[in-house]
Structures are given as structure tokens and as C-alpha cells.
């Protein structure tokens, strides 16, 4: 069974000695670059460094360890982890660095080569071996690799530290089989691997008991889970399940593809509001023609038919997406089947990103590569179609009252900030003020009724109903 730690938890697990952990490696510090697979990932490494008595302290100058849990969607990402390798070198001295995530799994050895400092190369398929890799570094030994994608596991380790108190992140598949052409994830995570319903929903009761409220269901493809027991769950039926765990108030999840998203997903959230009426569903492009140089698997029809769906639903759904700009070889007229596209849908919100070359990618040797500076531009124009998209969106709900979870407080504005259940941010105020009577007072994790009197592009604001 996975036991999952909260705060408190971790703490009296720090307090335990820990026999073996030498007096130079005793204070650990992690930096986390890119999605929340990354930062769950970084979760299960802070917990299994906590339970073998490591401390984790706020900036690397205090650390004996130093480590960079790294992305390697695009080239950016990539590239600030090597610049902060590159600013942190000179200040390494007796300290051990360790690169993990995709770029180590990417990059592999020759980042001992490029970053001569680094002592410890890993990707995240290798998590469940992090103590086997410790007692290799506290040995002294200062190239420790842990690469191998040969592997059945879903990288579940005995401690999770989680940093928030009332939201959990829970990994239900790792990997992925599609080949899309621009794409690393295959390459970094490995094929798909579904964990056994019966674990998955164990955690999520353990969760529950642990004070936690709302779930995230984790995947490259989450909906392209298949549960490898017995019980052979779809990802509809999993979803199904998790909404009648008693106890549990929210469950969202991340990321669907398109192509194993069937009807049946929107059916378990129009009949169960412990589903959150909120779908992350990528197009990455508006033209066909674009899809299939993608190797997305699915048509602009396909993804509408989908769109319709939700559209269709007796709940109001909230649907977001990611959009991919200057593809190779995107004409005028693709780009332009984008923008109708985003008019179409009426997305509540997209993630837009410009394309990266990724090395050992098809789309590398794909002719028409755009220019930095026309891709920027377009995606300029993407973000302020969208943006002119979730202004009227946004100011429908004025005068809705909407629950939401809160999840803490702005000094500067003097707001509360919450989430209602289609992830929109709502901003709003309420009497109590954190610390106000010298008590510390707070309300974050409940749930409040919110009467939303402002909207913005990207938010909402109003005032709790007391």
C-alpha cells in the first residue's frame, strides 16, 4: 500500500536518525521545471529523501545536495536548466548536483560531459530506485546514472511528500504510445503503464484520511488509462469509482488525448459533481493538414465531435486546451483554420506555446521550419484572440454564487483565492484575515460559497457569502 505524508508527517519523520547518511549530504535542496507530472515526480523524491533523514532547506546555497527535476517539451525549458547549472557551477564546490527528469533521461551521459560538476544523472522512471542511487552518492561515487526505460513499474515510492495539505496529485499511468511527430514524452517517460485500479483507489481513500479533499488523476494520457488487473477499469469506469470515494469532494485530471477520449468520460461527469466540470482536452492545431503532419491521430472533425460532446452535457464544462503555433511548414491558411477554431469551441482558457525542434523528433526533418520571430508573432495574435474570447466568457458569471476551494491569501490585495470547480480563480473577500487577531486565523482548504461581482480575462472576483 502507498502511504502518502503530509506535513506533519514529514516533519516527525525528520527528527528520525537515519544510520549511514554521512554528515556531508544531510540537507537537500529541488528546483522543479515544467508540468505537474514534474511536480509530483518531485513529490515522491522529496519523500523518499525526508524518510531517509535528509532535510530539505530553501536555497541551494544551504544544501549539501542540489538537484533539478528538468523538462524537455521545449527547447526553453531545457535550456534554463542549463543556464542554472552554468550560474550555479561556481558555487558548487563540496556540494553534489543531481539533473533529473526528462533532460537527463534525454541527454542521458553526455551530461557529465557538458556539466562536468554534475554527479548524478536520472529520469523519472528510475525514482523507485532513488535510495539505491543515494547510497551511491554518499559512497562518494560521482557519476551515478539511473536511465534504464526497461521497466513495468509506474514509479509509486514508499513516501510522497506533498506540499499542499488539501490538494494531491495521484499518478494513475505513466508514459506514452502515441508518436506525435514534434514530441519528446516517449522518448523521456517510456510506454504506457497503467497502475491496478485497486492501488489507485487505496491511495485516494489514504488521501481522504489524511485530510486531503481534492484529487488529481496524473498521465501523459491520463484517459488512455487501462487498468492492467483483473477488474480490467476503462478510465470512464475509474473515474466512475473514484467519485464514490467517501469523503472526497473534488477529483479532477490531466492530460487527455483526444483520440482515446470517448463520450462515456463526459457522461461520469454530467452524472457525479465529485467529478470537476473541467476538461483539459489539447488540439494543437485547427487544420487537418497540420493534425496529420503532427501524427495527432484525429481530425479537426474528430475533436469537434468531442467538443460537442461536452458542449452537449447537462453540466456546464469548462474546456481548455493547448495550442502549438509555426509548426513546420504552417501555412497562412492553417493558421487562419486555428483562429476559427478558438471561435468555434470558445475555450475558457489555453495554454499557447510557439514550436520547439526536440532532437530525435520526426518533425526535425520536416522542410518549412519557421522563423523565431514569425512564430513569436503568431503567437501574439493567439493569445489576444483568446484573450478577447474569455472576456465576455468570464463576465457571464457575474452574479453566479460559486463554490470554491480556498487556497490561500494575497497580502498585497488583501483577497482570498479560491477555485471553482471548472479551475477558474476567483479572488474575493471575506472577514476573517489571516492573523488578524494574533490567532493565525485562516480558511484555506474549506469551502466557501462565493457571489462573483468582477470578471477579468483571466480571473474572476467577488465576495464570500457569509
Known amino acids: 500500500m502507498l502511504l502518502s505524508w503530509n506535513y506533519r508527517q514529514t516533519e516527525a519523520i525528520c527528527t528520525v536518525p537515519i544510520m549511514g547518511v554521512g554528515p556531508r549530504m544531510n540537507k537537500f535542496y529541488i528546483e522543479t521545471f515544467g508540468c505537474q507530472m514534474n511536480v509530483h515526480d518531485s513529490e515522491k523524491v522529496i519523500g523518499t529523501l ?36 552554468n550560474d550555479f557551477k561556481k558555487r558548487s564546490k563540496d556540494k553534489v548536483i543531481g539533473v533529473l527528469g526528462c533532460v537527463a533521461q534525454q541527454e542521458g551521459e553526455k551530461i557529465f560531459d557538458r556539466a562536468p560538476y554534475v554527479s548524478l544523472v536520472a529520469g523519472s522512471a528510475s525514482y523507485n530506485q532513488f535510495p539505491q542511487m ?27 511528500r506533498r506540499d499542499n495539505p488539501h490538494k494531491a496529485f495521484l499518478t494513475i499511468i505513466e508514459g506514452c504510445n502515441k508518436s506525435c511527430a514534434y514530441c519528446v514524452v516517449p522518448m523521456t517517460r517510456g510506454p504506457e503503464r497503467s497502475r491496478a485500479s485497486a492501488g489507485v483507489l487505496e491511495e485516494a481513500r489514504q488521501l481522504v484520511l489524511n485530510g486531503y479533499s481534492e484529487i488529481t488523476l496524473l498521465g501523459q494520457n491520463v484517459n488512455s488509462y487501462m487498468d492492467p ?37 463526459v457522461d461520469a461527469v454530467d452524472e457525479n459533481p465529485v467529478l470537476c466540470n473541467h476538461i ?21 472533425d474528430e475533436y469537434m465531435r468531442r467538443i460537442e460532446w461536452m ?7 469548462a474546456i481548455t486546451s493547448d495550442i502549438i503555433v509555426g509548426f513546420p511548414g504552417e501555412t497562412d491558411e492553417e493558421f487562419a483554420q486555428t483562429l476559427h477554431l478558438l471561435d468555434e469551441v470558445q475555450y475558457d482558457a489555453i495554454f499557447a506555446f510557439k514550436y520547439s525542434q526536440r532532437p530525435n523528433t520526426p518533425a526535425l526533418q520536416y522542410k ?18 483568446q484573450r478577447q474570447i474569455q ?17 490561500g491569501y494575497n497580502k498585497a490585495t488583501q483577497q482570498w483565492l479560491g477555485k471553482n470547480t471548472q479551475n477558474k480563480t476567483i479572488s474575493f473577500s471575506h472577514p476573517v484575515i489571516p492573523g488578524s ?30
Open 280 to 300: 483539459h482536452l489539447p488540439v494543437q492545431s485547427g487544420s487537418t493538414t497540420v493534425l496529420d503532419r503532427m501524427q495527432r491521430l484525429y481530425t479537426r
Open 391 to 407: 472576456i465576455p466568457r468570464n463576465a457571464s458569471y457575474i452574479g453566479n454564487v460559486e463554490e470554491v476551494i480556498v487556497d
Open 229 to 265: 488487473s483483473d477488474a480490467g477499469l476503462d478510465f470512464a469506469k475509474l473515474l466512475r469509482r473514484m467519485g464514490e470515494v467517501e469523503g472526497l469532494k473534488r477529483v479532477r485530471f490531466t492530460t487527455s488525448h483526444p483520440r482515446d477520449f470517448v463520450k462515456e468520460i
Open 134 to 160: 543515494l547510497v551511491q552518492l554518499e559512497a562518494g561515487n560521482r557519476r551515478v546514472t539511473g536511465l534504464s526505460l526497461d521497466t513495468e513499474d509506474t514509479f509509486e515510492v514508499p513516501y510522497t
Open 311 to 317: 458542449k452537449n452535457a447537462k453540466r456546464n464544462i
Open 50 to 85: 525526508v524518510g531517509k533523514g535528509y532535510s530539505q532547506v530553501e536555497t541551494p546555497d544551504e544544501a549539501d545536495l542540489v538537484l533539478y527535476n528538468t523538462c524537455s517539451i521545449r527547447d526553453r525549458a531545457e535550456q534554463k536548466v542549463f543556464n542554472r547549472l
Open 368 to 385: 518549412d521550419h519557421m522563423s523565431e520571430e514569425e512564430k513569436g508573432s503568431r503567437l501574439g495574435v493567439v493569445q489576444e484572440h
Open 437 to 466: 487577531g494574533g490567532d493565525g486565523s485562516t480558511i484555506e482548504g474549506s469551502y466557501l460559497k462565493v457571489r462573483v461581482t468582477r470578471s477579468g480575462p483571466s480571473s474572476l472576483g467577488g465576495e464570500a457569502v457569509v
